[in-house]
């Protein structure tokens, strides 16, 4: 079955910068959309970014917007949230997910998703 692998998160200084990356096995960036979600203690998943299949027309939270890219990069079969000029309110865990066929919901809604990776913890003090 499809298995997502996050990395790259861990503790950063306001302001600062990290990348996360998901490596995706067993299916190929160009057959499924990809999102990357926070989750807030005590709160649902939150959509951060998305992309479409083919690598088009990410969107974006509006809390995020010019401070976070999304991009993949299907010959590595991963994706990546860059994060730069970090807050803390960007404390959270982090996770990718990936969705195959119809986004009917828009890239950042989090129920029409199939597959998530685990998380990666993302600190910013």
């Known amino acids: 079955h499809v298995q997502l692998v996050e990395s790259g998160g861990g503790s950063v200084q306001a302001g600062g910068s990290l990348r996360l990356s998901c490596a995706a096995s067993r299916f190929t960036y160009l057959t499924y959309h990809m999102g990357w979600f926070r989750q807030f203690p005590g709160k649902e998943r939150e959509g951060v970014a998305g992309?479409?299949?083919?690598?088009?027309?990410?969107d974006y939270a509006d809390s995020v917007k010019g401070r976070f890219t999304i991009s993949q990069d299907s010959a590595k079969n991963t994706v990546y949230l860059q994060m730069n000029s970090l807050k803390p309110e960007d404390t959270a865990m982090y996770y990718c997910a990936a969705l195959r066929g119809a986004v009917g919901r828009g890239l950042l809604n989090p129920y029409q998703y199939s597959y998530w990776g685990q998380g990666t913890q993302v600190t910013v003090s």
């Open positions: 992309i479409y299949s083919e690598g088009s027309a990410p």
